[in-house]
């Protein structure tokens, strides 16, 4: 339900960690104080402009003054944390007054849990959008070209075509099959968008889309069609970018991902030198030898509002702040700021900059084909229906059992047992029909003549759980860490039963660094693992656990295979980890 390299404190968004904040400036004191909560995308520009702000001298009435603070969480994730009631500890960044998220489809999805926990969740004051950015299909120039484009409109039925029959059905043999990167729709509003679009692609619909026809079978052949294509799924576009920039960098941009369901914005990114959103890298970073290009869907689209709701957390003054910082981001210069950055501003119109970028007609910038969103009972028939349709996963989840896993991890548990229970916790995140298995490894040993060993063979989750479970919690940790010998082994293992039809992965969940003098030529390993034929390929997806893992290596074999290197060095976060973990398939 992410393969891409997302490493620091990138990784941390997906989980919900504070990752951006801006509190400085020169004015001071201030009276009030206003936490706002954004979307990754546009997280480091609205911390740009909240220092603007906090700089700018502005007073609230009664002579008062403001200082806005802003942290970044994705979307999905922040949406979660509020119907749960924000806690700071455990949601990693600090209670919003604020929220602004990339669509209203969260807020529907928000008002939705308020209602069915009878808990008020939103205010009633309509929240007003900062800015805008359609979802679009982003595609290397080449293959869009191939399709026809610009001059041919093209939509999610070619998609789910080119799923079914190939490169070769438009004459490109030697692009292989067609590959749909695509986000998971829980956490990601790309991912959620493109989900939504695809259920009325499939009615032929543009509005008032109903619960009857989510469920009807000729729309979930449709819907499933579709996802059968795709490579993984991601919890931030950003990871998909990052990976196709590298991709690109060794002159591979048409052998990863033939499609990127995403923002508008994002494709501007990318194209400007900024694959995973850093402000400072736009028009500075190393543009793409193969530019994206934002194909927008002929067969429906949405666009994404970036509102901006005040919560039931702030108070009266809270209240006023945010009314004067929303009016800060509406004036002209501030929307400028947007467009810069990508975005449409809050009435839709696309600066020069986007329009050169992702190569705009006059047709795609004012003429969209629009779908409305749909109402809180169909969003969440969309999703429902999602997890059944959704591709199939087939992973290999790998245990470090090294003694070190002993050591403590804070609040009276080993890593050991803090692994344990977060692996054993996020079983039942699979679908059913999932196949799951497990490794352990350390190193050799007299009853083990290899480090790593089989404990549960990949079987469907549905009859697998239980003995997972108590395998899982069977665990002991001894010996030392033979990292690159089983993390071969278990690719290859996995690539000699490869099911083309599933998404393919590996998993390691490791505290430390190779310790297997036998096995020690990283270089050597990464050549190995290299996930360049995507027909063959399976991704490794890797978890360093404590500050004595390595974790520029295990970023490095996640880079090699495609797949995501995830931080949980600091053990309390590996409960959310592992849920980002299971997020990719």
């Known amino acids: 339900m992410l393969v891409a390299v997302v490493v620091g404190l990138m990784l941390l968004v997906a989980v919900g960690v504070v990752v951006s904040a801006s509190g400085g400036g020169s004015g001071g004191d201030c009276d009030v104080r206003l936490e706002v909560n954004s979307s990754t995308e546009k997280g480091d520009l609205l911390s740009d402009l909240a220092e603007d702000y906090n700089d700018s001298g502005r007073e609230l009435a009664g002579g008062k003054c403001a200082r806005v603070a802003v942290s970044e969480t994705s979307s999905g994730v922040a949406k979660d944390a509020l119907a749960q009631g924000w806690d700071e500890g455990r949601d990693g960044a600090p209670e919003p007054q604020v929220w602004t998220p990339s669509s209203s489809l969260w807020l529907t999805l928000l008002q939705r849990d308020a209602t069915a926990a009878d808990r008020e969740l939103l205010t009633d004051e309509k929240p007003r959008s900062l800015a805008t950015s359609p979802l679009a299909i982003a595609m290397p120039r080449p293959m869009a070209e191939a399709l026809g484009w610009p001059e041919k409109k093209i939509g999610w039925r070619d998609v789910l075509s080119l799923t079914q029959k190939g490169w070769a059905s438009v004459g490109r043999p030697e692009w292989g099959r067609f590959s749909l990167g695509k986000d998971n729709p829980h956490t990601s509003t790309s991912g959620l968008g493109a989900t939504v679009a695809t259920f009325y692609a499939a009615t032929g619909r543009s509005s008032d889309l109903t619960v009857d026809d989510v469920k009807d079978a000729k729309t979930r052949r449709f819907v499933a069609g579709v996802e059968s294509g795709v490579l993984h799924y991601a919890s931030d576009a950003t990871a998909y970018m990052a990976n196709l920039a590298e991709a690109d960098a060794d002159g591979q941009a048409l052998s990863y991902a033939s499609a990127i369901a995403v923002q508008e914005q994002l494709i501007h990114l990318y194209n400007q030198g900024s694959p995973t959103g850093e402000t400072e890298k736009i028009g500075k970073g190393k543009k793409p030898q193969v530019p994206l290009v934002a194909v927008h869907p002929a067969d429906g689209t949405l666009m994404f509002d970036h509102p901006f709701a005040v919560l039931p957390s702030a108070s009266k003054d809270q209240r006023a702040a945010a009314a004067d910082f929303r009016a800060f981001l509406l004036e002209d210069a501030q929307q400028r700021r947007f467009q810069k950055t990508g975005f449409r501003d809050h009435e839709g119109n696309a600066g020069s900059e986007l329009a050169r970028s992702v190569s705009l007609s006059e047709q795609s910038e004012g003429n969209l084909s629009l779908i409305d969103p749909p109402a809180d009972d169909v969003l969440a028939a969309v999703l429902d229906s999602w997890d059944e349709l959704r591709k199939k996963a087939r ?3 790998v245990m470090d059992v090294s003694g070190s896993m002993n050591q403590s991890s804070g609040g009276g548990q080993s890593r050991m047992e803090a692994a344990k229970k977060a692996a054993a916790d996020t079983l039942g995140l699979y679908h059913p029909d999932d196949e799951v298995g497990l490794w352990a490894f350390s190193t050799k040993t007299d009853d083990h003549p290899e480090p790593y060993r089989e404990i549960v063979p990949p079987r469907p989750v549905r009859d697998n759980e ?18 690159y010998t089983t993390v071969r082994a278990a690719q290859k293992e996995m690539l000699a039963d490869l ?22 030529d990283l270089d050597a390993l990464l050549r190995d693992l290299d996930a360049s034929q995507l027909e063959r390929s399976v991704r490794v997806f890797t978890v360093a656990f404590s500050g004595q893992a ?6 490095k074999i996640a880079t090699a295979t495609k797949a995501t290197s ?9 409960d959310k980890v592992m849920v980002s973990v299971i997020s990719n398939f």
């Not at 083309?500 to 297997?516: K, P």
């Not at 390595?550 to 970023?555: A, H, P, R, S, V």
């Not at 995830?566 to 590996?574: E, G």
């Open 395 to 397: 992973v290999l989840l």
């Open 466 to 483: 239980q003995r997972l479970t108590e395998a899982i919690k069977g665990l002991n940790a001894e010996g030392g860490t033979a990292l």
């Open 499 to 520: 099911d083309a039809d599933r998404i393919n992965a590996v998993v390691v969940l490791t505290d430390g660094r190779n310790e297997y003098p036998a096995d020690n």
């Open 550 to 555: 390595d974790f520029g290596t295990l970023t």
């Open 566 to 574: 995830y931080d949980a060095r600091d053990p309390a976060v590996i």
